[in-house]
């Protein structure tokens, strides 16, 4: 399938985050997600076909019913973008790891 969506104007909306985040549990059904929140089954589906359209979710039909599934493959996309935030993250967390040590010795002193 081509993504015809970017993938982060996709998770920009906490309606489509919060549905990634069902659907990393299980496959659901629009009706499935759609219990979840205060809005029609409509509007679900519409976050649905938003998510669909960038590949971060697919479908698959089981007999009368539609289950979707997270496309794990492209969630690496946001991880591989927010790698080197990480890498920054860690390392002034290890900074400040140290620097805490380092006070901490000097007050045991």
Request: proline share 3%.
């Amino acid at each position: 399938m081509i993504a015809r969506r970017d993938v982060f104007q996709a998770i920009a909306d906490p309606t489509r985050r919060t549905i990634l985040s069902l659907l990393l549990a299980q496959a659901m059904t629009p009706n499935a997600l759609a219990e979840h929140f205060n809005s029609s089954r409509q509007a679900v589906s519409k976050h649905v076909s938003v998510l669909a359209d960038c590949g971060l979710v697919r479908q698959e039909q089981s007999g009368r019913e539609i289950y979707y599934h997270l496309n794990t493959q492209k969630m690496k996309e946001i991880d591989a973008w927010l790698e080197p935030f990480r890498k920054l993250w860690e390392g002034r967390f290890d900074q400040l790891d140290t620097l805490l040590d380092k006070l901490k010795n000097n007050n045991n002193d």
